[in-house]
């Protein structure tokens, strides 16, 4: 057995599968076949639905997997054989040269400005020019500089620029060999080419461009710098984003991408906010915006942003002599032309390029698309054992779902190795801490472009030159983006050349950024609180977009103001705590199940409280999947292992009273059947699940011939298969009251209907619907069933069907004529809605729950199963709507990301806790009350003789929220690095008129 884990593809999926592995013991290889990692995500400019800049949140994670003592990137490189069997695999991998020395170049870039050679920018898609020397991109890890040999000329001028002596035109291919236990493919998908499209002219008309490229254009670091422009170098005043390109096409590719309609109206979004004036179009077939929050995103597409979304396929481009495009495109039976001045193609995923290959020597199947095959109950494995997959590889998804699955194939992985967790990584080791007791403040100021996400509205080179007037301020300067890994490089130089010993940085936000800048302090052997983060994005340059002046202006007295803090920080203890190694589920359905069994494979306790007699959740009520799975034999087959595995305890019957404690102490009550049990535990797991909506609409309850999908499949698991139905989609989703997407919905209806074909093939079967949401490789069910005679008609929101009697009238919008029609049964395909007590939890959790009722993640993208406290996840439906194979993969996600804290035997916390000055303390107990996690308590001390009750703070539990410096009226409770010194100088500073 190896206690190794092998990551091929060094994307977002591949590092989040590298760290979770790495912070849960294992030793890492990341094998990339670029220079660099990072994979598409790092070419994105902004994330949907919050619109986040894409490298803002990609950097923290770049510099976690490049400073990682446990994780060895194995760049350039590809895979050329596997042998052996699970849990003892040799692998050889070749490692193609960079003709750059990665232990001397400094990733200085002199040789890159020196190069005479000019090539195709394959990052920014080739919409610019870049040296045959280069890095590709700016904020890269590894940063180190390739030759392209094939752009190469020989030149030499490179090597003599060269002050470190690190270009090598003589390396050559390296063959590396590795002992792995266990092998994750994250190998991601290749984009389309639309030139197989000819009829919408790209390659040919310079203003069509595919999205990917549109993506380059709007960024900071693409060619125009952020600035939309046509290939004549004008702003366009009308785009059209073409959806389906190379997806949903017979003639390419049959299935669906899945992220198109979702990223065409971010595009359309952000187009707005670079032109206010522009027209964006969004053609569409159907409007697949069926991800947490997308759909809400893109009704403010169209009614804040005004974007046009617009129904029908367009079958031409044409050229007009001044470069604007005609497209004509067909509507309800009628064709139509407009003009534009660019259009947007939006491009599918394909299977990767190495897909064939890697398969071959890898020994995996692939499905009939070329991408690689998985069981719908087994979505992380291949068909060989130790060999996993996660990410578009597996099918088309956005990056959500491919975080979450990559977490998720990390615990599959590292349970084959369990026994060998710890035996081959290394602790991570600090320089001794810099002991500054009694040294003058010197403060270090870095203020960030982010791109342009700051620097497109706020004047950093001013701020940064206004920071060095300040006082105490040695040293200031600006970054393009400083939380890239050699901007961390940098500072940690600069704070030993210039001795700093506080550091502010001006960027975006501490929820995603704190914590990698304090660690670069600690690296640089300064305590790491003493850092002070000024947030001049969401503060600045988000909120006065439109006021360049002010937001600069606002920007220097937020600068002032945290130097002013800056001045009085000082070193913080670090607050340590054991850890018990058991897990609390709430929710025995299958999320919950899932969740478990991970543990117990890899050899922890859990506790499942569910609060029916039975376990299983709404598993219970699926016969059936699209794909012709039985979900009843999973059932049976999770509810006998989980009984029969003795390091799971099930509570039936039972709800949790109240959950007491903090990270790695976890103190629950649970009722079961009567009886309050007590059970201590390391980290809780929410999986819940949801319920199905009994609609109140269409004469649901009151005429017998209307069911729900629900009804109906219970229907058909009988045999029972009636003559005729019509099904109506989004029954309770997406209206005023519930906005969001239900997902499962289409594919239910679609499973239903195939069902009923095929007990019944002379069965009517009708479909009205707004847009049928066949996502990924589902797409073939819904041509399939236009192929069995299954009929969909499409409704409008604002001219629904209606119910009157036995009948159901809609709208024919090709005949343009009202229809009556009488089925045997009338099916709702009705909303999943959040479960009436996940309130209840989310208050005895101190976690949120989203405006739908459906609990709020710390990050829709990169944190998509974690809670902002720590040692509490999520996953299947309490997250929301979902597939079981997707639950099954969150599931298994939420024990990765748990056992990245169960596998320690102790964790460091922050030390931004409140303390007792005991000389102003009377006991008056307000704090206690005030305190929402039940950190503060009156205890009895000794002073000089005399016995006095005072408040004392129990630092573990304490989250340094504050609540109770804000209640004491004696200010005798305090929260470390927030002091009311600290505060007032903020305050102070801020009302300074410069």
């Known amino acids: 057995m190896s206690g190794a884990v092998l990551v091929v593809g060094g994307g977002i999926a591949g590092m989040q599968s590298a760290l979770d592995l790495a912070e849960s013991g294992f030793k890492v290889y990341l094998l990339e076949k670029l220079p660099a990692i990072g994979g598409r995500m790092s070419q994105i400019d902004k994330t949907f639905p919050t619109n986040d800049c894409a490298m803002c949140i990609l950097s923290p994670k770049l510099n976690e997997v490049g400073r990682h003592e446990n994780i060895e ?46 090539a195709i920018d394959e990052y920014n898609e080739g919409l610019s020019f870049r040296s045959s020397i280069y890095i590709r991109y700016p904020q890269a890890v590894p940063k180190v500089y390739a030759i392209d040999k094939e752009k190469c000329i020989g030149c030499g001028i490179c090597e003599n620029v060269c002050v470190a002596k690190a270009i090598n035109y003589n390396q050559r291919p390296e063959e590396i060999e590795l002992k792995v236990g266990s092998i994750i493919l994250t190998l991601g998908g290749k984009l389309a080419d639309p030139v197989e499209r000819g009829e919408y002219g790209y390659g040919i008309f310079p203003n069509v461009v595919t999205g990917i490229q549109f993506e380059r254009l709007l960024s900071a670091t693409g060619p125009f710098e952020g600035h939309v422009l046509r290939a004549d170098g004008k702003e366009p005043k009308r785009i059209a984003f073409i959806q389906c390109v190379c997806s949903r096409d017979e003639k390419t590719n049959p299935w669906c991408s899945s992220v198109c309609c979702t990223y065409a109206t971010k595009h359309a979004i952000i187009a707005k906010e670079h032109m206010p004036d522009v027209e964006t179009h969004i053609f569409v077939m159907d409007l697949r915006t069926f991800g947490k929050g997308f759909e809400e995103y893109a009704k403010r597409a169209e009614e804040e942003y005004g974007v046009v979304y617009k129904y029908g396929r367009v079958s031409v481009v044409m050229q007009k002599p001044n470069g604007n495009l005609i497209l004509k495109y067909e509507k309800d039976g009628r064709t139509f032309e407009e003009e534009y001045d660019m259009v947007v193609l939006s491009t599918g995923f394909e299977p990767p ?37 996660a990410g578009v590889f597996s099918e088309p998804k956005d990056i959500p779902e491919s975080v979450a699955q990559a977490s998720g194939v990390a615990a599959r992985a590292s349970s084959l190795i369990a026994q060998d967790r710890g035996k081959f990584v290394s602790v991570k080791e600090y320089p001794p801490e810099r002991d500054v007791t009694g040294e003058p403040p010197r403060i270090g100021v870095f203020v960030c472009h982010c791109g342009i996400n700051i620097a497109s509205v706020v004047d950093v080179e001013k701020v940064a030159e206004y920071a060095k007037t300040l006082d105490n301020v040695v040293y200031a300067e600006h970054n393009l983006f400083t939380c890239s890994a050699d901007t961390q490089e940098r500072m940690k130089e600069i704070i030993n050349r210039y001795n700093l010993n506080r550091v502010v940085v001006a960027a975006c936000t501490p929820r995603t950024h704190e914590a990698l800048f304090r660690n670069t302090l600690r690296e640089a052997g300064l305590n790491p609180y003493l850092f002070e983060f000024v947030n001049i994005r969401e503060h600045c340059s988000w909120v006065h977009m439109r006021e360049p002046e002010k937001a600069t202006e606002k920007a220097m007295d937020l600068v002032r103001s945290g130097v002013a803090k800056a001045r009085l920080l000082e070193p913080l203890p670090y607050v340590e705590v054991d850890i018990n190694k058991k897990a609390l589920i709430i929710g025995g359905g299958l999320a919950g199940m899932t969740c478990a069994l991970e543990l117990a494979e890899q050899g922890f306790e859990s506790y499942i409280v569910e609060k029916e007699a039975e376990l299983g959740g709404n598993l219970k009520h699926l016969f059936y999947t699209i794909d012709g799975k039985n979900p009843q034999e999973l059932l049976k087959e999770l509810v006998e292992k989980v009984e029969k595995e003795p390091k799971i305890t099930v509570f039936r019957n039972a709800r949790i009273e109240s959950i007491d404690g903090f990270v790695g102490n976890f103190r629950s009550k649970i009722s079961v059947d009567g009886e309050v049990k007590e059970v201590e535990h390391g980290v809780v797991i929410v999986a819940t699940g949801a319920e199905e909506y009994k609609p109140r609409e269409y004469e649901y309850g009151k005429n017998p011939k209307v069911i729900t999908q629900v009804e109906l499949e219970e229907m058909l698991a009988r045999g ?11 029954v309770g989703s997406r209206n005023d009251e519930r906005p969001y997407c239900s997902r499962i919905c289409c594919q239910t209806a679609i499973k239903n209907a195939l069902k009923i074909k095929e007990l019944n093939p002379d069965a009517d079967v009708l479909i009205l619907y707004r847009d049928i949401r066949t996502y990924g490789f589902m797409e073939k069910y819904y041509a399939l069933a236009g192929e069995k005679g299954v009929v969909f008609v499409r409704y409008d929101e604002n001219n629904p069907p209606k119910v009157e009697g036995d009948s159901v009238i809609f709208l024919d919008r090709i005949l343009e004529e009202e229809i009556s029609y009488s089925p045997q049964y009338i099916v709702l395909s009705s909303a999943t809605i959040p479960r009436k007590d996940n309130e209840e939890i989310s208050k005895m959790l101190r976690v949120p729950l989203n405006e739908n009722g459906f609990f709020l993640e710390a990050h829709p993208k990169l944190r998509p199963v974690d809670f902002a406290s720590e040692g509490i996840y999520l996953c299947g439906l309490a997250h929301s709507p979902r597939l079981i194979q997707e639950t099954i993969s969150q599931a298994c996600a939420a024990v990765s990301r748990a056992l990245t804290i169960l596998t320690k035997d102790k964790m460091v916390m922050d030390a931004s806790k409140a303390f007792v000055v005991r000389e102003r303390c009377d006991a008056c107990g307000l704090c206690v009350k005030a305190c929402p996690v039940n950190a503060i308590e009156l205890k009895q001390f000794e002073n000089r003789g005399v016995v006095e009750l005072k408040a004392e703070v129990n630092r573990a539990v304490c989250l340094g929220c504050g609540v109770c410096h804000a209640t004491c009226p004696k200010s005798a409770i305090v929260v470390k690095g927030f002091t009311i010194d600290q505060i007032k100088a903020m305050v102070e500073a801020i009302a300074v008129v410069r």
């Open 353 to 389: 390029e190495e897909a064939k290959k890697y398969a071959e020597i890898l020994g995996i199947e692939l499905n009939e698309y070329g991408f690689c095959k998985t069981d719908p109950f087994k979505p992380l494995e291949t068909n060989k054992p130790g060999i996993f997959v």
């Open 73 to 118: 990137i194995i760049n350039n490189s590809e895979l050329l054989s596997v042998e052996g069997e699970a849990g003892d695999f040799t692998v050889r991998i070749k490692r193609n040269p960079l003709y750059v020395d990665m232990d001397r170049c400094t990733g200085c870039g002199e040789c890159a400005k020196a190069c005479p050679v000019n």
């Open 720 to 730: 029972e298969a009636p003559e005729s139905v019509v099904m109506i989609q989004c």
